[in-house]
């Protein structure tokens, strides 16, 4: 999770702006406290950070750890219950599996106008391959298959907006991404909203769905239907000068920059997309995008995955683009 971490710090910085270290955070499930320390010493963005561990081995390497970084805290507590300090700037929930059980505290411990970060790497239930425990932990529907991660990330995404509006809240993602074996999102959480939030979350029934084909009958969902990011704080994210993987994370920082402001959810794959039309070959991922492109239709490369593409072109029009690009390939290979 070295990348990851890195990620994370670019954040920070991108979030927190020129403001100086003036924020408060949390790490809930801090384990030996890496996270959080990270973001206290690399960010610039904080001026303290409680970090909170149940396991006393665990905890004995947290303290030690957090006694090197001014401003960090130890504390063996529960991560399920508001600990004395709150409301925190920033509150991070990174546990070993699900982040349910943490959400409730979490949220209520976000300052109005804070952000919350959460991972979840229980992906066997996120993405389907568990489908009662994604109906029982998440109340929602996975969908299956390579679309399967982006569909957990928006399972997520909705779950959290659902346990938020019960604490009279609301959330507004910042980032949220699908990587490896994990989903991760930052959300802004604005000041305690009146009436219900207006939330774009729904479900996708794929009998009147117009994007990338979802196999099955469906329902899916619920899911976050709306954006992922904000284009304005993924276009201030740059490498961290301490980054322990530089060439992962900037080739991930140019996918996120690349699908900013296409708030479709999903994305086609050229190779899926031969595979369902019959064609001799598919088209290139750059070829396909630009094709796309020149229709006057949004399109780039998606950070869930290196060959997919995001684009707010309806079904039939990306089809019938790679029909065309797929003809016009198989032409110049019989003049040659």
């Known amino acids: 999770m070295a990348a990851d971490r890195d990620l994370g710090v670019a954040f920070a910085v991108a979030w927190a702006g020129p403001g100086g270290a003036s924020r408060t955070g949390w790490e809930v499930t ?11 010493h690399e960010s610039g963005a904080f001026r303290s950070f409680l970090l909170t561990e149940t396991h006393p081995a665990a905890f004995r390497v947290l303290e030690a750890n957090a006694h090197r970084v001014p401003g960090a805290t130890p504390r063996l507590a529960d991560g399920r219950e508001i600990p004395e300090g709150a409301p925190f700037d920033f509150v991070d929930v990174d546990p070993y599996g699900t982040p349910v059980p943490f959400l409730p505290a979490a949220i209520s ?16 239930v996120l993405a389907g391959v568990q489908r009662g425990a994604s109906e029982s932990r998440y109340d929602a529907r996975p969908v299956r298959g390579r679309l399967a991660p982006e569909g957990g990330l928006r399972i997520l995404l909705a779950y959290l907006a ?6 009279a809240r609301r ?6 991404y699908a990587k490896d074996h994990y989903v991760r999102a930052y959300v802004r959480l604005p000041p305690v909203a009146t009436g219900v939030p207006d939330d774009p979350v729904g479900r996708i029934d794929p009998a009147y769905w117009d994007g990338p084909r979802l196999a099955g009958r469906g329902p899916y969902g619920p899911f976050w239907l709306g954006p992922l990011s904000e284009p304005e704080l993924v276009r201030a994210l740059h490498l961290p000068p301490g980054a322990a993987r530089p060439r992962e994370v900037s080739g991930f920082l140019e996918r996120l920059l690349e699908e900013a402001g296409i708030d479709r959810p999903f994305y086609y794959e050229p190779n899926v997309l031969a595979a369902e039309l019959h064609l001799a070959a598919p088209p290139s991922v750059a070829v ?8 006057g239709y949004r399109a780039g490369r998606t950070h869930a995955r290196p060959e997919g593409i995001r684009t ?25």
């Open 30 to 40: 801090a384990a030996t406290g890496v996270r959080g320390l990270r973001l206290l």
């Open 109 to 124: 411990a976000v300052r109005p106008g804070g952000v919350l970060a959460v991972t979840a790497t229980d992906m066997m």
């Open 162 to 167: 659902r346990v938020a509006r019960t604490h």
């Open 171 to 176: 959330i507004e993602p910042l980032l949220a």
């Open 288 to 295: 396909l995008r630009d094709g796309l492109r020149a229709e």
């Open 312 to 336: 707010d072109a309806p079904r039939a029009t990306v089809e019938a683009v790679a029909r065309t690009l797929a003809a016009q390939s198989q032409n110049a290979r019989v003049r040659a």
